[in-house]
């Protein structure tokens, strides 16, 4: 309730007060704009004291040589619209022949007739009486009231006084630039007081990367609107369209509305075009030429200098266009995009804000890991895999799995820990990763130089600069010591519950795509009962998957059991995620223990490489990276065989 009270009163204070915070909005911005042209002259050894008055300087007398050319163009465009009716009054004729020869037509003007007939008002019976006039009846005087005509002070203040509002505004704006120019690194200082004090390092750098990526997002969309408004500009001057400088300059503003800008834009140009030629070539040259210039900038350049994407989500572009324009009419609609953009790089940067980022930012609300624990719930692992393919255009398998796939496990097991997840919900969600698994099988384990434009996979691929993954080497099986030779050397078993099996299926794939053998064993196999059953010949190294480490008495139990399965095998135990320190080598009389799945993946290999020095006194031939091309054609053909395994005979 609190909540809501205070965003009641911040919105009225904005509509309240906009003729305070339209300049302040506007000041604010063009700073972030005019930042860098200062900070490159000071650069060149100029003083502050005369950087920031010749950038302001420079950039008002722009923006009033625009403004006095857009009104010179609005007056000359008015002076010529009579010449353009007769054009118009041509066409709408020739549009109504077109249209106008049918019955139906014919039946509407018979129709609009009789209506005519039926509404005609009826004439009175009787004349209306005439009463005599008195001979000597005075009539009145009618009265007429002139205002005594205009004195030179009051001509002088009828034409300033329109001028007076928006002197103020610019004035306003101009302190106010001035000022957060001169004064940038104190309102940084005051800023990171409230930001956060207690961790000065972190704070000084957030601040200090928004204002960067603000300064450089707000710079380079005034650059590729100017350019954008240029070239409609000059196109429509060489087709020939009236006031085209006008519509130029005006494309260039529009263009700072998402969406719709461009179509506002070109809506005026194109109606003018209409009314001047008596064709219709000039209306599809022009609008042919506004198309391919927002094509050409737009998915060219724009992708190139900015980004993919401002870093709000479409429902935001929406939502604060509709927003800023209720409280600040049209130069609200102009401000909506660049002041949501602040608003979520603030989100990003202060804690106490991050809900901002969260209602208006593109990037995901659920991190990668809580994205794929909740498919696995939801039971739709094929998204699961189009997220896991995009995020192999950067990154690894190994990488995919550590960083999304197991995390996600972790958070599973953390709602197994508090009772909320039924072994119905285990055996489902373990059957949903063997299908992720499986789908992702014909994926090579390699880091290709590709870009990706899902924000869920860049997202993911960010987390992985937290912990980078080990290189890991490709080894040729018939290199290996006879006893790694056999299918599966490597046998990876859960400790007890399904989501330590789907951990396990994990681990045992990406050992395979580096040459080693390995299979995953089910939970059922290594039970009290089960274990009896579980085929061990060939089993060189057990790699034992557990993501519950609150008590170590079940995995000790369990490595017991697997030695006296199978006392030629080393064991290794995964303990995903460890927090509990006393899951250590000793104390679970385990070969060794790994927190991480690259951490596991390089024992194994690793493990191998010092088995065949001591056997043969060399190393196990590496193979070299698989080659990248040709992956799409063989992920496209592994998926279609697997869709029409699982679909089955038609």
């Known amino acids: 309730?609190?909540?809501?009270?205070?965003?009641?009163?911040?919105?009225?204070?904005?509509?309240?007060?906009?003729?305070?915070?339209v300049p302040i909005a506007l000041a604010v911005l063009l700073s972030f704009v005019l930042a860098p042209l200062v900070e490159i002259l000071e650069r060149w050894h100029f003083p502050r004291a005369a950087s920031v008055p010749v950038v302001v300087v420079v950039a008002f007398i722009a923006i009033f040589a625009l403004g006095s050319l857009i009104a010179n163009e609005v007056r000359h465009l008015a002076e010529r619209l009579p010449l353009y009716q007769q054009t118009m009054q041509q066409k709408i004729q020739s549009l109504r022949a077109l249209t106008a020869t049918g019955p139906l037509d014919r039946a509407a003007d018979i129709l609009q007739t009789l209506g005519k007939e039926i509404n005609v008002p009826q004439t009175p019976s009787t004349a209306?009486?005439?009463?005599?006039?008195?001979?000597?009846?005075?009539?009145?005087?009618?009265?007429?009231?002139?205002?005594?005509?205009?004195?030179?002070?009051?001509?002088?203040?009828?034409?300033?006084?329109?001028l007076l509002h928006p002197l103020a505004t610019v004035g306003v704006v101009i302190v106010f630039v001035v000022?957060?120019?001169?004064?940038?690194?104190?309102?940084?200082?005051?800023?990171?007081?409230?930001?956060?004090?207690?961790?000065?390092?972190?704070?000084?750098?957030?601040?200090?990367?928004?204002a960067g990526r603000l300064s450089r997002f707000f710079l380079m969309q005034v650059a590729l609107n100017t350019s954008f408004g240029v070239l409609v500009g000059l196109g429509l001057l060489v087709i020939g369209v009236p006031s085209a400088i006008l519509w130029g300059i005006l494309a260039a503003i529009m263009r700072f509305v998402p969406y719709v800008g461009v179509f506002i834009a070109a809506f005026f140009p194109l109606t003018l075009s209409v009314a001047v030629d008596p064709g219709w070539s000039m209306l599809l040259w022009a609008g042919a030429l506004i198309f391919l210039t927002e094509l050409m900038i737009g998915q060219v350049f724009e992708p190139l200098l900015v980004g993919h994407s401002s870093g709000l989500s479409p429902v935001a572009?929406?939502?604060?266009?509709?927003?800023?324009?209720?409280?600040?009419?049209?130069?609200?609609?102009?401000?909506?995009?660049?002041?949501?953009?602040?608003?979520?790089?603030?989100?990003?940067?202060?804690?106490?804000?991050?809900?901002?980022?969260?209602?208006?930012?593109?990037?995901?609300?659920?991190?990668?890991?809580?994205?794929?624990?909740?498919?696995?719930?939801?039971?739709?692992?094929?998204?699961?895999?189009?997220?896991?393919?995009?995020?192999?255009?950067?990154?690894?398998l190994a990488e995919y799995y550590e960083t999304v796939a197991l995390k996600g496990l972790m958070l599973a097991q953390a709602d197994l820990r508090r009772g909320r997840l039924l072994p119905d919900r285990l055996a489902e969600i373990k059957d949903s990763v063997a299908e992720v698994?499986?789908?992702?099988?014909?994926?090579?384990?390699?880091?290709?130089?590709?870009?990706?434009?899902?924000?869920?996979?860049?997202?993911?691929?960010?987390?992985?600069?937290?912990?980078?993954?080990?290189?890991?080497?490709?080894?040729?099986?018939e290199g290996l010591p006879p006893d790694w030779q056999s299918e599966c050397p490597v046998l990876?078993?859960?400790?007890?519950?399904?989501?330590?099996?789907?951990?396990?299926?994990?681990?045992?794939?990406?050992?395979?795509?580096?040459?080693?053998?390995?299979?995953?064993?089910?939970?059922?196999?290594?039970?009290?009962?089960?274990?009896?059953?579980?085929?061990?010949?060939?089993?060189?190294?057990?790699?034992?998957?557990?993501?519950?480490?609150?008590?170590?008495?079940?995995?000790?139990?369990?490595?017991?059991?697997?030695?006296?399965?199978?006392?030629?095998?080393?064991?290794?135990?995964?303990?995903?995620?460890?927090?509990?320190?006393?899951?250590?080598?000793?104390?679970?009389?385990?070969?060794?223990?790994?927190?991480?799945?690259?951490?596991?993946?390089?024992?194994?290999?690793?493990?191998?490489?010092?088995?065949?020095?001591?056997?043969?006194?060399?190393?196990?031939?590496?193979?070299?990276?698989?080659?990248?091309?040709?992956?799409?054609?063989?992920?496209?053909?592994?998926?279609?065989?697997?869709?029409?395994?699982?679909?089955?005979?038609?």
């Open 1 to 21: 309730m609190a909540s809501a009270v205070i965003a009641a009163l911040v919105i009225c204070g904005l509509y309240v007060g906009r003729e305070i915070f």
């Open 128 to 162: 209306p009486s005439t009463l005599p006039q008195t001979p000597g009846e005075a009539r009145p005087i009618p009265v007429e009231v002139r205002s005594p005509p205009p004195s030179a002070l009051d001509s002088i203040l009828g034409l300033i006084s329109p």
């Open 179 to 210: 000022f957060i120019l001169f004064q940038r690194e104190d309102l940084r200082n005051r800023v990171i007081k409230l930001a956060g004090s207690n961790d000065l390092q972190s704070a000084t750098a957030a601040i200090d990367d928004a």
């Open 317 to 396: 572009v929406v939502a604060s266009a509709t927003f800023w324009t209720a409280l600040w009419g049209p130069i609200g609609l102009v401000l909506a995009t660049p002041l949501t953009v602040c608003l979520v790089v603030l989100g990003r940067h202060v804690e106490h804000l991050r809900f901002l980022d969260i209602l208006l930012g593109d990037r995901p609300a659920l991190s990668p890991p809580e994205l794929f624990y909740q498919r696995m719930l939801a039971n739709d692992p094929a998204e699961a895999v189009d997220t896991a393919e995009e995020f192999l255009k950067k990154g690894s």
């Open 437 to 477: 698994v499986d789908d992702l099988s014909s994926e090579f384990d390699d880091v290709p130089a590709g870009r990706t434009k899902d924000a869920e996979a860049a997202d993911a691929d960010e987390g992985t600069a937290d912990a980078p993954m080990p290189q890991l080497p490709f080894i040729i099986r």
């Open 492 to 650: 990876c078993v859960a400790e007890r519950s399904d989501l330590d099996e789907a951990a396990a299926m994990c681990l045992a794939q990406i050992l395979s795509k580096h040459g080693l053998g390995a299979r995953a064993a089910r939970k059922e196999e290594t039970s009290t009962s089960g274990i009896f059953r579980l085929d061990g010949s060939g089993v060189r190294l057990v790699c034992v998957s557990t993501l519950e480490d609150g008590s170590t008495a079940h995995t000790r139990h369990l490595v017991r059991r697997l030695r006296r399965k199978m006392p030629q095998a080393r064991i290794l135990v995964c303990c995903w995620g460890r927090t509990n320190s006393a899951m250590t080598r000793d104390h679970l009389n385990a070969d060794a223990v790994a927190d991480n799945l690259g951490e596991a993946a390089a024992y194994c290999l690793s493990l191998v490489e010092q088995t065949a020095v001591q056997d043969n006194g060399a190393r196990p031939r590496a193979a070299s990276r698989p080659a990248v091309s040709g992956r799409g054609a063989e992920r496209k053909a592994g998926r279609t065989e697997r869709k029409a395994d699982r679909a089955g005979p038609s």
